[in-house]
């Protein structure tokens, strides 16, 4: 069977530089009948796990290492038998939630394959460090973490984020997708690349 797309929305927290607050994360599940990837193991092992089934989960993988998108990743990848993946660059924010748990490094030249078809990874820097998008050709489909929602750039207010370097990441990195680019975002509902080069220009007039 061809590869699809699943979406499983988990509830939690979010907590970082003294502040928490609750979130709904999508969990994103790239495969077919057979394997699977799960994109941000977030809250809720058992939902995740459940949406799984039977199949075998060739990666947990974790677009970024805030708390709110890892904290079932160690839970889910033994439960699974599978590797979590995780750039390098968020080394310290995954600690702060993991500070026993290891990782395998995800680049951003790496190319994934999962039910057929190929994943590019791609570094996109500015929410996070080491935040990373996954571009699926097949698919016509990127899922961005919070690097890209539907009307601008996620959030650069808080530690280990900077504004300028998520714009530069967006509009050299994601915006050069084909327009009909399926944008599936870390929270929220969905875009489309063409729907938000408008709204880049917007938010380079506002400060960049």
Excluded: Q
């Excluded at 973490?145 to 808080?158: E, H, S, W």
Aim: include cysteine; glycine fraction near 10%.
């Amino acid at each position: 069977m061809s590869a699809r797309v699943d979406r499983v929305v988990t509830s939690g927290t979010f907590s970082l530089d003294g502040g928490t607050w609750d979130v709904d994360n999508n969990v994103w599940l790239i495969g077919d009948d057979s394997e699977v990837l799960v994109i941000d193991a977030a809250h809720d092992a058992d939902a995740i796990a459940a949406a799984v089934g039977e199949r075998r989960v060739t990666a947990v993988l974790c677009t970024h290492g805030h708390n709110d998108h890892v904290t079932v990743a160690p839970e889910l990848a033994k439960r699974l038998d599978a590797p979590i993946l995780l750039h390098p660059g968020d080394e310290p924010l995954w600690r702060m939630t993991h500070p026993e748990v290891g990782y395998r490094s995800l680049e951003g030249t790496d190319r994934l394959t999962v039910a057929g078809v190929d994943i590019d990874i791609v570094h996109t820097p500015g929410h996070s460090p080491g935040s990373v998008s996954l571009y699926v050709p097949d698919l016509n489909a990127l899922f961005t973490g919070d690097t890209l929602f539907a009307g601008g750039p996620g959030a650069t207010g808080r530690s280990f984020s900077d504004f300028d370097t998520i714009i530069d990441s967006i509009r050299d990195r994601l915006l050069t997708l084909p327009e009909e680019t399926r944008v599936h975002t870390g929270h929220g509902e969905g875009t489309t690349i063409g729907a938000e080069k408008p709204s880049l220009a917007d938010w380079i007039a506002r400060g960049h």
